[in-house]
């Protein structure tokens, strides 16, 4: 929503300000962090993603991340829940029609990514957790930060 705001200057009223609610909302090119919370919100624009603990915990993750993907994508049907009498009268439809009726679906690849993405999450936080982890990714950031300074000029 688009408003304009006017101030009265002698017997003339004078844009003064304008809102926009689409404007305010959008958000450029880069990687954001929102945060909600009861009573308002924070944004953090154009931050550096922490590749370092997400590659870190890519390698010691691997066998959670291949759980979290593998469960993800098992098959399921599409309308879930299923009352105890429609399971009922679907396994006897099933096993009537045999294999070519059962709409069983996967995750799609964006569930699987998420699984996965979610796992190497939980292993970052726990990297993060211990000092000196940290301190040695903050050190990576500042080489990082030089090295982006020194390819700029």
Not at 41 to 52: C, G, L, W
């Amino acid at each position: 929503m688009k408003k304009i705001y006017y101030e009265k200057k002698g017997r003339r009223y004078v844009p003064v300000s304008e809102y926009d609610s689409e404007y305010l909302d959008s958000f450029s090119k880069g990687t954001h962090i929102v945060m909600c919370y009861p009573g308002g919100q924070s944004r953090r624009y154009n931050i550096d993603p922490n590749y370092a603990a997400m590659i870190a915990a890519g390698r010691l993750a691997e066998d959670g991340i291949c759980e979290a993907m593998r469960k993800a994508s098992e098959m399921r049907p599409q309308r879930t829940p299923l009352t105890p009498g429609q399971k009922k009268a679907w396994e006897k439809l099933a096993k009537e029609f045999g294999d070519d009726l059962c709409p069983l679906t996967y995750g799609s690849a964006r569930d699987h990514a998420e699984a996965g993405v979610n796992a190497m999450q939980l292993e970052a936080d726990k990297l993060m957790a211990h000092p000196a982890v940290r301190d040695a990714y903050e050190q990576f950031q500042t080489v990082c930060n030089l090295v982006k300074q020194k390819q700029n000029t």
